[in-house]
């Protein structure tokens, strides 16, 4: 099921996500859901939190600029080593058209568990390192705007907030429509 996106600054992604213990079906269908609400939304990460749910839990698919890389789940995930630096121009499907540059490490070694609560580990490059570095971000509460300057992250602050309102005055059209009805 397609989720929606909150928008930041919405308070729930400045929390800290817990992490997942049990590795039971409910599990596998918030995975599910996170990858049909990132590619509902033709994203390249998506975090748990971005729909509310406070568990660590990050979906990445780098397979449009990373062709040999596939799809992954990516729960409880701990960054066990950086190495050098690269600089992308960041997005984040919780600030809608927004792009900023944002420095991380170039190569990161992440360890993680997979739907089936089995132990894996994977040495990421290029998009996907700096993906899996935004997407962890998340679920610690921190986001890409955290990386730039204030003064560059205020500026988007007032956009978010009138696409907020918007999609509020959306919401509640919709909503005394169908009570019209
Ligand atoms: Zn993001």
Not at 1 to 20: D, F, G, S, Y
Not at 45 to 72: E, M, N, W, Y
Not at 155 to 165: C, F, T
Request: aromatic share 4%; with cysteine; net charge neutral.
């Amino acid at each position: 099921m397609v989720r929606e996106i909150l928008v930041w600054p919405h308070p729930t992604l400045k929390q800290k996500a817990l992490p997942v213990t049990r590795f039971d079906d409910s599990v596998r269908e918030l995975v599910k859901d996170m990858f049909e609400s990132m590619n509902a939304a033709d994203g390249v990460g998506l975090a748990a939190p971005q729909i509310g749910v406070l568990k660590r839990v990050i979906v990445l698919d780098t397979s449009s600029k990373q062709p040999d890389l596939k799809p992954v789940a990516m729960i409880n995930p701990e960054i066990l080593n950086v190495e050098g630096s690269f600089v992308y121009k960041e997005g984040c499907l919780s600030v809608p058209g927004e792009a900023e540059d944002v420095e991380r490490a170039a190569k990161v070694t992440v360890r993680y568990r997979d739907e089936n609560g089995d132990q894996q580990t994977m040495t990421c490059e290029g998009l996907l390192a700096t993906a899996v570095q935004h997407e962890t971000d998340h679920l610690n509460g921190v986001m890409f705007v955290d990386h730039i300057s204030a003064l560059k992250r205020e500026v988007i602050r007032k956009k978010m907030k009138k696409i907020q309102s918007y999609r509020e005055e959306k919401k509640e059209r919709r909503e005394s429509a169908a009570e019209a009805r």
